[in-house]
């Protein structure tokens, strides 16, 4: 780890500590402990089953993606690779080491690695954008909030028109970026821009494949929908009096406010905003603190998992036909995947 990397990963440490150690003052500990000791197992191994789903569509998601560039590879073999990637998301102080097993893992299905490259961020990025529009959706549905729930119509449609117009710059940018570099003929330009032309290329398919962008992005709405009920079962193993139709506000904020990279793995986040968002609903701190220690019991349980996973996926296939992985895959292929 460089200076800067230490650095970075010193301060996101004083943060989740600094908060971890405000949020506590004034709480019995064993009470929040005695909260998380009486959850209903039998709701929690169903809010797992949740969690697995989860795994399922975005693994599905993942093969449209890759079967878009001509790559293939089985869903189990997607899953494992997002087991894997949350293991190490865990025992790494970022979410990238999740990102580099997927790249690797894209790869492997038969991309080159710019084309793996994009295929992750596209991922991803759809994920951000349905995320997003889930949260202007809910918004614009009549429901009573709390006035206290700081959330901008204005500022979430805003937000929305802009990752709209950065997605169009992303798909139209590489090709002219490319295009401009290869203009000026400079030497020490030739390597960036024949991987700059490659991702260009990538995302050019993908322009041709609007119905897999479409379907992936319909995943990833599903995806949100089902991160929702999951934490909404959670709390319902914990008999918490939060209503139903909050958790489509609270939790897909939750979502995007840990995506930011300030604290060692959302720690300290996390609790801080349970805390808020219940505490509107007339949650006390101890429970909502429960609530959010409990979330964070099961990552650990699925981090080992993970762990376990990595362990024994190395006779797992990639493919059904390693030798066929390169093959274009037709759209009609692309259009059975949901």
């Known amino acids: 780890m460089n200076k800067k990397k230490l650095i970075q990963t010193s301060i996101k440490v004083v943060i989740s500590a600094a908060l971890i150690f405000w949020i506590i003052q004034g709480v019995e500990l064993s ?53 894997v990637g949350f293991f190490l998301n865990n025992i790494l102080p970022s979410s990238i080491g999740g990102d580099v097993v997927r ?3 894209s790869w492997r299905a038969g991309t080159n690695r710019p084309t793996a490259v994009t295929v992750v961020f596209v991922d991803r990025f759809l994920g951000s954008i349905a995320l997003l529009f889930f949260i202007l959706a809910t918004l614009l549905i009549p429901i009573q909030l709390p006035a206290e729930l700081p959330v901008s119509r204005i500022g979430i449609f805003t937000v929305t028109v802009g990752m709209i117009a950065l997605c169009w710059f992303i798909f139209v940018a ?12 400079l030497p020490f330009l030739g390597k960036i821009n024949a991987t ?54 609270t939790i897909p904020l939750y979502t995007l406010i840990t995506t930011l990279p300030i604290s060692i793995n959302g720690i300290g986040v996390r609790e801080n905003l349970f805390i808020f968002f219940f505490s509107l609903f007339g949650v006390p701190r101890t429970e909502a603190l429960a609530y959010s220690w409990l979330l964070y019991g099961i990552l650990i349980v699925q981090g080992l998992l ?33």
């Open 31 to 83: 009470e929040i402990f005695a909260i998380i000791g009486s959850a209903n197992l039998f709701i929690l191994l169903f809010a797992f089953v949740f969690k697995l789903i989860g795994y399922y569509i975005s693994a599905i998601r993942w093969r449209i993606l890759l079967r878009a560039q001509g790559a293939d590879a089985t869903i189990p073999f997607l899953v494992s690779s997002y087991f």
């Open 306 to 338: 993970g762990g376990l996973v990595y362990a024994l996926r190395r006779d797992l296939p990639v493919n059904h036909d390693l030798k066929n992985s390169n093959l274009k895959q037709s759209n009609s292929e692309v259009k059975q995947d949901v």
């Open 196 to 249: 700059l032309s490659k991702i260009a290329d990538a995302f050019e398919i993908f322009q041709q494949k609007r119905r897999a962008l479409l379907n992936s992005m319909l995943l990833s709405i599903a995806l949100q929908v089902n991160v929702v009920l999951y934490h909404y079962i959670v709390a319902q193993s914990l008999d918490l009096s939060v209503p139903f139709y909050s958790y489509f506000i």
């Open 174 to 185: 590489p090709r002219t970026l490319s295009k401009f570099i290869a203009k000026l003929n």
């Open 103 to 105: 790249i690797y893992d």
